[in-house]
């Protein structure tokens, strides 16, 4: 289900967070006020100022995706999710359009923590469990990938990362929900993509 965390006391860090300032590009009262009114952030002198080695509550951060989502709209989602490459930190081992999509899990967890310790280890390669995943699944024989978004973001803005990342490496990559699947918008934790070129 979208908005809601699937673990406690999960952390995202300041970078990513920042995404929503980039999305919203220049109404950057709008995401003041978004992200002050649930916690996130110090505004100074009318501008919302992030520390950028901080952490922030998911949580938290959720509530202001879900003000937006309520009073905006998807589009706004969607948008913030294309400024999600530019902002959070990603693997550098990204060489293609399957490399880009199944990069999205990794950075998915690079960039929250639990306990103070991010969920993805680079040294070791071990990824922790509490916010779900992006899937990666290219389809045999076809110019496709499916992609199952299981976490606690709006399915608009899962839509927006993959096509972000898709783009990276075939502009004219088009990203569909399956409709025929199951739903966060509908209460359950998956939405459905199809990554085509």
């Known amino acids: 289900m979208q ?8 952390e995202v860090n300041a970078p990513t967070v920042s995404a929503i300032i980039a999305g919203l ?17 110090t505004v100074v002198d009318k501008k ?9 509550s998911q ?3 959720l509530r202001a995706f879900e003000n937006i989502a309520n009073q905006i709209g998807d589009r706004l989602l969607f948008n913030i999710g294309m400024s999600i490459p530019n902002n ?12 880009a999509v199944r990069s999205i899990d990794v950075a998915y967890h690079l960039n929250h923590r639990k306990d103070g310790v991010q969920l993805f280890d680079t040294e070791t390669g071990v990824m922790r469990e509490g916010i779900g995943h992006y899937g ?4 045999e024989g076809e110019n496709e ?25 075939k502009p004219d990559a088009r990203v ?18 199809h990554v085509y070129w």
């Open 25 to 41: 590009g220049r109404f950057t009262n709008i995401s003041r006020r978004y992200l002050s009114q649930v916690g996130i952030g």
């Open 48 to 56: 919302l100022v992030l520390d950028i080695d901080a952490w922030y």
């Open 145 to 169: 990938i499916r992609s199952v978004s299981n976490n606690p973001y709006p399915c608009a803005f899962d839509r927006g990362i993959i096509t972000a990342m898709a783009h990276k490496f």
């Open 88 to 99: 959070a930190r990603f693997p550098s081992w990204v060489t293609d359009i399957e490399s």
């Open 3 to 10: 908005f809601k965390v699937f673990e406690p006391d999960i």
């Open 136 to 139: 990666c699944e290219p389809m």
């Open 176 to 193: 569909v929900h399956d409709d025929s699947a199951e739903c966060r918008k509908n209460g359950v934790d998956s939405c459905t993509y």
């Open 59 to 61: 949580d938290a951060w």
